[in-house]
């Protein structure tokens, strides 16, 4: 267990309790961090927003700790349909085809359910302390702490607490980040869109309505968005989003008269319960600065995306996933500062590059002009339309570099993860090996082979030497892919060994022992210059 400096309140200050909160408390209380969070509303807002975690975020969860949360509240995404006015399909994105990490590409979430889960856990934690009707109406930081001034919103009563970092996790209209004087950046996008929830009576299905199970209705006179909304309760969600029409008004859109008049056309009143409704404003900001010192923003604080990647709470919870690792080393001493000034560099770009892509998609279906939406539909259907760019990468920060300090591939990118064979069990990877630095090596280079050096390398920074084979295997020391996700991604990819990081995604990747044992050396440099100490070299679970 880490101890906590004596002169501060907390290791973390959070202001904000949404899911991305949420989880960052859980991950850095997970740590054996003291973590202050302080909310300005009730406790767990009741509604749905997010309805979206995919392969990755799943994969986090679980390797948190958290993966019966994550089971229990999600279920698999069929695929992505995109309809034009005729419904003749423009685009089909398949969520249900395996994913880098083992299982589907997406899962669908209901997101007040996922969140009671997060927080019945995180009451249950010690050195997690939630502080609610507590609004931060002051920031300020010295050299080695935040001074956070807190406004109880029943009382009046103000107060100070202090920690050595803070997390602003306050949404999209972050008091931390506008008391910073952080501006944001407009990438161009913006629309209304009404959002409803809507819960079907037992028994009813998408398919006993005529709608798609997920799926956009790109029309130029209503585009509309039909995607599952979770399980709650064991009863089945969906939701509906309609865009607001240039002649429409916003507080026309949020009449409940106007909200089953655009139902009206896919459900009726008697096949279930509307939820709630509420009119979004889409929009696509990044903040120019995501670190202020000893100051970070995340989540919706940091980065704001139209919705049609299903990417809005995911990215956020690869803020924190990406932030708590580095805060645990720093805090523990097995790093200096500067591997904090690595957020922003990794994060701001990924986050960036998905939210282009969540524009491009936005752009087929928000197009009320029939003329064209008729060019659009011209070539998607003639094969002529621009394909959704890949999934982003890393392409900056702690990842190997050559002389010239260019990345080298296939740094940055997300590590594989499946179902493997260790000592006679067949399980997840992530039970097996605990995150950290993970070399995984392919028959093709022994362990032996690597120089003294980056063996010595290897036991100082606690990085585990991982022996991958085909399947299933008998010894003890290896692990048997059993999915065949780790061996496949390194053929590919032309490697016989990657180095994962504690956030999955890759320092780097080699061919032979001679780039291995590069590789390792150009990761000593950087740990170097990051002032890596010596940590305890982490053995594969039994």
Same mark, same amino acid.
């Given at each position: 267990?880490?101890?906590?400096?004596?002169?501060?309140?907390?290791?973390?200050?959070?202001?904000?309790?949404?899911?991305?909160?949420?989880?960052?408390?859980?991950?850095?209380?997970?740590?054996?961090?003291?973590?202050?969070?302080?909310?300005?509303?009730?406790?767990?807002?009741?509604?749905?927003?997010?309805?979206?975690?995919?392969?990755? +975020?799943?994969?986090?969860?679980?390797?948190?700790?958290?993966?019966?949360?994550?089971?229990?509240?999600?279920?698999?995404?069929?695929?992505?349909?995109?309809?034009?006015?005729?419904?003749?399909?423009?685009?089909?994105?398949?969520?249900?085809?395996?994913?880098?990490?083992?299982?589907?590409?997406?899962?669908?979430?209901?997101?007040?359910?996922?969140?009671?889960?997060?927080?019945?856990?995180?009451?249950?934690?010690?050195?997690?302390?939630?502080?609610?009707?507590?609004?931060?109406?002051?920031?300020?930081?010295?050299?080695?702490?935040?001074?956070?001034?807190?406004?109880?919103?029943?009382?009046?009563?103000?107060?100070?607490?202090?920690?050595?970092?803070?997390?602003?996790?306050?949404?999209?209209?972050?008091?931390?980040?506008?008391?910073?004087?952080?501006?944001?950046?407009?990438?161009?996008?913006?629309?209304?869109?009404?959002?409803?929830?809507?819960?079907?009576?037992?028994?009813?299905?998408?398919?006993?309505?005529?709608?798609?199970?997920?799926?956009?209705?790109?029309? &130029?006179?209503?585009?509309?968005?039909?995607?599952?909304?979770?399980?709650?309760?064991?009863?089945?969600?969906?939701?509906?989003?309609?865009?607001?029409?240039?002649?429409?008004?916003?507080?026309?859109?949020?009449?409940?008269?106007?909200?089953?008049?655009?139902?009206?056309?896919? +459900?009726?009143?008697?096949?279930?319960?509307?939820?709630?409704?509420?009119?979004?404003?889409?929009?696509?900001?990044?903040?120019?600065?995501?670190?202020?010192?000893? +100051?970070?923003?995340?989540?919706?604080?940091?980065?704001?995306?139209?919705?049609?990647?299903?990417?809005?709470?995911?990215?956020?919870?690869?803020?924190?996933?990406?932030?708590?690792?580095?805060?645990?080393?720093?805090?523990?001493?097995?790093?200096?500062?500067?591997?904090?000034?690595?957020?922003?560099?990794?994060?701001? &770009?990924?986050?960036?590059?998905? +939210?282009?892509?969540?524009?491009?998609?936005?752009?087929?279906?928000?197009?009320?002009?029939?003329?064209?939406?008729?060019?659009?539909?011209?070539?998607?259907?003639?094969?002529?339309?621009?394909?959704?760019?890949?999934?982003?990468?890393?392409?900056?920060?702690?990842?190997?570099?050559?002389?010239?300090?260019?990345?080298?591939?296939?740094?940055?990118?997300?590590?594989?993860?499946? #179902?493997?064979?260790?000592?006679?069990?067949?399980?997840?990877?992530?039970?097996?090996? #605990? &995150?950290?630095?993970?070399?995984?090596?392919?028959?093709?280079?022994?362990?032996?082979?690597?120089?003294?050096?980056?063996?010595?390398?290897?036991?100082?920074?606690?990085?585990?030497?991982?022996?991958?084979?085909?399947?299933?295997?008998?010894?003890?020391?290896?692990?048997?892919?059993?999915?065949?996700?780790?061996?496949?991604?390194?053929?590919?990819?032309?490697?016989?060994?990657?180095?994962?990081?504690?956030?999955?995604?890759?320092?780097?990747?080699?061919?032979?022992?001679?780039?291995?044992?590069?590789?390792?050396?150009?990761?000593?440099?950087?740990?170097?210059?990051?002032?890596?100490?010596?940590?305890?070299?982490?053995?594969?679970?039994?």
């Amino acid at each position: 267990m880490n101890v906590m400096r004596s002169d501060v309140d907390y290791d973390v200050i959070q202001i904000g309790y949404g899911p991305v909160s949420k989880a960052s408390a859980l991950f850095l209380s997970k740590m054996g961090w003291k973590v202050g969070v302080f909310e300005r509303w009730q406790e767990v807002y009741p509604m749905p927003r997010a309805v979206c975690i995919d392969h990755e +975020i799943f994969r986090v969860l679980h390797a948190a700790g958290l993966g019966d949360i994550a089971d229990t509240v999600t279920t698999p995404a069929p695929v992505y349909r995109w309809f034009n006015a005729d419904w003749k399909q423009l685009l089909a994105i398949d969520w249900t085809a395996g994913s880098v990490s083992g299982g589907p590409e997406v899962n669908f979430v209901h997101q007040p359910s996922f969140e009671w889960a997060m927080d019945t856990e995180i009451k249950a934690r010690s050195n997690v302390d939630l502080n609610f009707h507590c609004e931060a109406v002051e920031v300020s930081q010295t050299a080695d702490r935040v001074t956070v001034t807190v406004r109880d919103t029943q009382s009046g009563e103000t107060r100070k607490v202090t920690a050595r970092y803070l997390l602003g996790i306050d949404g999209a209209n972050s008091i931390v980040r506008q008391q910073l004087g952080i501006e944001r950046t407009d990438l161009g996008f913006e629309a209304d869109w009404l959002v409803i929830d809507f819960t079907l009576k037992d028994g009813l299905t998408s398919r006993d309505l005529g709608i798609p199970e997920c799926g956009q209705y790109c029309n &130029p006179e209503r585009p509309t968005t039909i995607v599952p909304g979770g399980m709650d309760n064991g009863r089945l969600c969906r939701r509906w989003e309609f865009m607001r029409l240039p002649h429409e008004t916003r507080e026309e859109m949020l009449e409940e008269r106007k909200v089953w008049e655009l139902l009206s056309a896919w +459900i009726k009143p008697d096949q279930g319960e509307l939820v709630r409704h509420a009119l979004y404003t889409f929009r696509s900001l990044v903040a120019e600065k995501w670190q202020d010192g000893r +100051i970070f923003l995340a989540g919706d604080a940091a980065h704001v995306m139209p919705p049609f990647m299903g990417q809005g709470m995911c990215a956020g919870l690869r803020d924190v996933w990406n932030l708590a690792w580095k805060l645990d080393r720093v805090m523990s001493g097995n790093a200096d500062v500067s591997l904090l000034e690595t957020y922003q560099p990794e994060r701001a &770009p990924h986050a960036t590059d998905v +939210i282009k892509a969540s524009i491009f998609l936005g752009s087929i279906i928000c197009m009320p002009d029939a003329e064209k939406a008729a060019e659009r539909d011209a070539a998607f259907l003639g094969g002529t339309a621009p394909p959704p760019a890949p999934f982003p990468v890393l392409t900056a920060g702690l990842l190997q570099k050559d002389r010239d300090g260019n990345v080298i591939f296939p740094a940055g990118q997300l590590a594989p993860h499946g #179902a493997v064979r260790h000592r006679g069990k067949t399980t997840r990877l992530d039970r097996v090996v #605990a &995150p950290g630095f993970n070399l995984f090596l392919s028959s093709a280079v022994r362990p032996s082979e690597l120089t003294p050096l980056t063996r010595a390398l290897c036991e100082e920074q606690g990085i585990a030497i991982l022996s991958v084979a085909d399947r299933r295997v008998a010894h003890d020391d290896e692990i048997g892919d059993t999915q065949g996700q780790i061996l496949s991604f390194m053929k590919e990819r032309g490697l016989d060994a990657i180095l994962v990081r504690p956030d999955f995604y890759l320092f780097g990747g080699a061919k032979g022992a001679a780039q291995v044992n590069e590789m390792l050396t150009e990761f000593g440099r950087q740990a170097q210059t990051y002032g890596f100490q010596q940590t305890k070299a982490k053995a594969i679970s039994a």
